[in-house]
């Protein structure tokens, strides 16, 4: 079964940093893109970050420089860190392997003094 589960997600300051994982099982991670999507209350689900087979990243307009994306395909990880925590970064940050479109069940991070 093709599965993504994440973790890492929790209640932070702002200015502070987390690191979110997505543990991929049932198909050969290492040949697939990966994306982190986050959906922020009462908001659609927007991509933030995506990352090719060989490590190419790319991110939306709104979290760039903040953002990092990284994978370690011997772990079947994806990784997504934060730094510099908004208020306006609280969602839940979802993992995706587009092609197929398969998703995670999602990690909430909230950002509030």
């Known amino acids: 079964q093709e599965q993504l589960v994440e973790f890492g997600g929790g209640e932070v300051q702002p200015g502070g940093s987390l690191t979110l994982s997505c543990v991929a099982s049932?198909?050969?991670?290492?040949?697939?893109?990966m994306s982190w999507y986050r959906q922020a209350p009462g908001k659609g689900r927007d991509m933030v970050a995506s990352i090719t087979r060989g490590n190419e990243a790319y991110y939306s307009d709104s979290p760039k420089g903040r953002f990092t994306i990284s994978r370690d395909n011997d772990k079947n990880t994806l990784y997504l860190v934060i730094n510099n925590l908004k208020p306006e970064d609280t969602a839940v940050y979802y993992c995706?392997?587009?092609?197929?479109?398969?998703w995670g069940q999602g990690t909430q991070v909230t950002v509030s003094p």
């Open positions: 049932g198909f050969p991670f290492k040949d697939y893109v």
């Open positions: 995706r392997r587009p092609l197929g479109d398969i």
